[in-house]
């Protein structure tokens, strides 16, 4: 069983950049798809990109593409979510879930994650 932490998280006006880290303990971080998620006050938690775990693919959310990158750092166990050009509409809880499923798939629901870490709050003004 894998446990996540989520750090990085914090307050910037719009069109600043954050760095979101999802730091694993318990097992390879690599062991996992690992994906980020997003829940905005009154709305319900949704994805935002995703890295598979064998082969590096990713994927995103339209509405991220072009401003956020995934990427994962073996040697530090950690998976981590660059986000620039931040937006009003981005700011929200972000959470970091591992999931087990294919080896080159990166799940786009809830359902595909089967271990969430806490999450980190996001807040862009603008």
């Known amino acids: 069983q894998v446990q996540l932490v989520e750090s990085g998280g914090g307050s910037v006006q719009a069109g600043g950049s954050l760095r979101l880290s999802c730091a694993a303990s318990?097992?390879?971080?690599?062991?996992?798809?690992t994906g980020w998620f997003r829940q905005a006050p009154g709305k319900e938690r949704e994805f935002v990109a995703g890295?598979?775990?064998?082969?590096?693919?990713?994927d995103f959310r339209d509405s991220v593409k072009g401003r956020f990158t995934i990427s994962r750092d073996t040697a530090k166990n950690t998976v981590f979510l660059q986000m620039n050009s931040l937006k009003p509409e981005d700011t929200a809880v972000y959470y970091c879930a591992a999931g087990s499923r294919g080896p080159f798939y990166v799940g786009m629901s809830e359902g595909e994650y089967d271990y969430w870490g806490q999450g980190t709050q996001v807040t862009v003004s603008s």
């Open positions: 318990g097992r390879t971080i690599s062991s996992y798809a």
């Open positions: 890295i598979s775990r064998i082969g590096g693919r990713t």
